[in-house]
């Protein structure tokens, strides 16, 4: 009697662990099939303040970010870019409507869970590039790595090579300060892509380039979508940038007008 109970009680055990591994399986190979979108919004609304003074930033935005593909948002000063970006990278909640990264709503998260999908899967540049003064170019960008958990094995090759991409490798020892503004922002970028990350956001990531090194930059952005597969999204006026770009979306006072696919 306690033999049968015991084997029965064993089989069930052993079919629900089959069946957990096919449920891995299936979400392995095919979750990036069926979520073809990296990061999605729907009906997002953002207000800044209240009352009388209250800012609508953006107003019923629904926009799906393809997975592998260079967007540009691009739009007049203040139409609500940055807004969006800083959504779309989980860094600021919608007063109304739905942010996803990956199939799954980041707006609902706790600020630690999304600091953790941050860390892991997306890059940022910043307009302000956001370098810590007192390291060095180097170690700013390894100081990123240690982040987003690339293991230490790898930080110097990630380190080299990104600053090699970015035409920086004279300037690895040189700290923010010794460094012009446009050395500034490829240190910024650098930092954002050694790691990788699935999702890279970037605000204004040529402004402070001239017309030869911001073309440098945007064939390096391409070549991250084509070689790695990366996902990238950044609001832009630079004509070179919006030449290697796969979809742009123009924005007018926090409504989207509309996408247009330059490559196709
Ligand atoms: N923290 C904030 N508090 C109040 N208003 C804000 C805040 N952030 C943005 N805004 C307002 O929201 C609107 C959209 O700003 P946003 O920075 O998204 O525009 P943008 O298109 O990125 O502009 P730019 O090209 O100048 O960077 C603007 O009217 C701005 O003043």
Redesign the pocket.
């Known amino acids: 009697m306690f033999i049968l109970i015991y084997s029965s009680f064993i089989k069930k055990w052993l079919m629900f662990r089959v069946l957990l591994l096919i449920l891995i399986l299936f979400r392995h190979v095919f979750g990036g099939v069926i979520l073809a979108f990296i990061s999605e919004a729907r009906a997002v609304e ?1 207000v ?2 209240r009352g009388a003074t209250a ?4 107003q019923g935005v629904a926009i799906q970010v393809e997975k592998g593909r260079l967007l540009v ?1 691009k ?12 959504l779309l990278g989980g860094l600021d909640r919608p007063t109304a409507g739905s942010v996803y990264f990956q199939g799954k709503e980041i707006g609902q998260l706790s600020d630690r869970e999304r600091t953790r999908i941050r860390q892991k899967n997306m890059g940022f540049i910043f ?1 302000s590039f956001g370098l810590f003064p007192l390291m060095s170019a180097a170690e700013n960008v390894e100081f990123g790595l240690r982040l987003s958990g690339v293991p230490v094995m790898e930080w110097k090759d990630r380190v080299r090579d990104s600053l090699d991409l970015v035409g920086l490798s004279k300037r690895a020892h040189h700290r923010p300060f010794e460094m012009s503004g446009g050395e500034q922002q490829r240190c910024a970028i650098a930092r954002a892509v050694a790691g990788k990350p699935l999702l890279l956001l970037a ?2 990531p040529t402004a402070e380039l001239d017309s030869k090194m911001g073309m440098h930059i945007s064939h390096v952005f391409r070549r991250l979508v084509e070689e790695e597969g990366m996902s990238i999204i950044m ?1 832009t ?1 630079d004509p070179s940038v919006l030449e290697v770009a796969d979809d742009v979306c123009e ?1 007018e006072d ?1 409504f989207i007008l509309g996408k247009v696919h330059p490559q196709t």
């Not at 800012?55 to 953006?58: C, I, P």
């Open positions: 953002r800044f303040g800012v609508r930033a953006l948002l739009g007049r000063s203040g139409s609500g870019k940055t807004t969006l970006l800083n307009q605000d204004e609001t006026h924005l926090g």
